[in-house]
């Protein structure tokens, strides 16, 4: 996608050898910051931290910091210092399915390497397989997810399109093109009209800071609407879609995203308004069956919902309390929205409804019966 008319991706290797370099997000929309990650330890802080979030990129950072730990390693016990790496990224984000999925995806490279010089060869070589694949992904769920705004558009006679969407599943959560907005994209270059209202997003603003600002720098048309919002669109018909992105989904179809996905849900069943999750195949996990009793949900800092940070009139980026400083806080960062209130999964291989044999039909290698066996590190997780 492009800033300012010129393409980027969101990660990708520095000129400098064994720096990689990522769009520190926290500084959006005000500031255009560009970050460079040397050691594991820069890695684990930029996911942690929300320097790089949302579940593709999250992978993608996870592909490029094993990548600089096999660097980093020392010829004694290599294999021990890449496992001691990636169980420090592994605790970093813990909902996020997309960073368990690209550590095993490094593990089981390295595996099969016979010294450290060769881990470090694939390791960098999975790391760039990882990224491309993830903007290809987002790509291909962009073309099958412009057939329902398209036939959306033909029935409204041409009218735009309004798509409610949550949080940020943009290219910003990905390499490239997003899940949630890959859709919209394409529509857009389509030449078909949409108007897309962008849930802000609180506590950490994704919506009016990220999503906003890539909408805006595409051309797309969209209004930036308070949190609590969407239903009253719906009630209204000013909702024509919903579409979301997911952080883990349970091969039942049960989908965990930011939280007030759910709620979003809830409010599209009442009104019979469509609601879909755009997905690529990286982000279901098949061990999982109960979403909403196994995917582990983050609970952050309260910090994160009393203080907020913007552009101060003196242009400067300042951080205020909004709320009394003795006042405790829950900030949970996702929830689960249930297999029963989506209208259908929107993945790389195609649209599915959310259902485990419908998923499988797209997916016949998740198959009980054609899966590998687990290692006992899977086993544990």
Not at 219 to 224: E, I, R, S
Not at 275 to 292: M, R
Not at 313 to 338: K, Q
Request: charged share 25%.
């Amino acid at each position: 996608m492009r800033i300012d008319g010129q393409p980027f991706r969101t990660i990708w290797p520095g000129r400098e050898p064994g720096v990689t370099q990522i769009i520190d997000q926290r500084h959006l929309p005000h500031r255009l910051v560009i970050e460079d990650l040397v050691t594991v330890g820069d890695f684990a802080r930029a996911i942690s931290e929300m320097h790089v979030r949302g579940a593709g990129l999250i992978g993608a950072t996870a592909g490029y910091a094993m990548n600089a730990a096999a660097q980093a390693a020392r010829d004694s016990g290599w294999r021990e210092q890449l496992a001691t790496a990636a169980a420090t990224l592994l605790a970093t984000r813990p909902t996020a399915r997309n960073l368990a999925w690209a550590l095993e995806r490094q593990r089981t490279a390295t595996a099969k390497a016979a010294s450290l010089s060769a881990a470090r060869e694939v390791t960098a070589k999975v790391a760039r397989e990882i990224a491309d694949e993830d903007a290809d992904f987002c790509r291909r769920i962009g073309e099958h997810g412009l057939e329902l705004i398209r036939r959306l558009s033909q029935a409204k006679g041409g009218e735009p399109v309004n798509i409610l969407t949550h949080c940020n599943a943009g290219w910003l959560a990905f390499v490239d093109y997003g899940s949630a907005t890959a859709p919209i994209y394409a529509a857009h270059q389509a030449g078909i009209p949409v108007h897309v209202w962008v849930d802000e997003t609180r506590p950490w603003l994704q919506g009016s800071r990220l999503t906003a600002w890539e909408l805006g720098q595409e051309g797309v048309a969209h209004t930036l609407i308070p949190d609590n919002t969407g239903g009253h669109l719906m009630q209204h018909g000013l909702v024509d879609l919903v579409i979301v992105g997911a952080d883990r989904v349970a091969a039942s179809g049960d989908a965990a995203n930011k939280i007030g996905t759910y709620l979003k849900a809830l409010a599209a069943q009442d009104n019979g308004v469509p609601f879909y999750v755009a997905l690529p195949c990286s982000t279901f996990d098949w061990d999982i069956e109960d979403g909403l009793r196994e995917i582990p949900i983050e609970r952050r800092s309260e910090e994160e919902i009393k203080w907020i940070t913007g552009l101060s009139r003196s242009g400067g980026l300042d951080s205020v309390l909004i709320a009394p400083p003795s006042t405790p806080g829950a900030n949970y960062g996702f929830d689960v929205t249930p297999a029963r209130l989506i209208t259908g999964l929107i993945t790389e291989r195609g649209l599915t409804p959310a259902r485990r044999e419908e998923i499988l039909k797209l997916y016949p290698e998740q198959r009980a019966d054609n899966r590998p066996q687990k290692t006992t590190t899977q086993q544990k997780r």
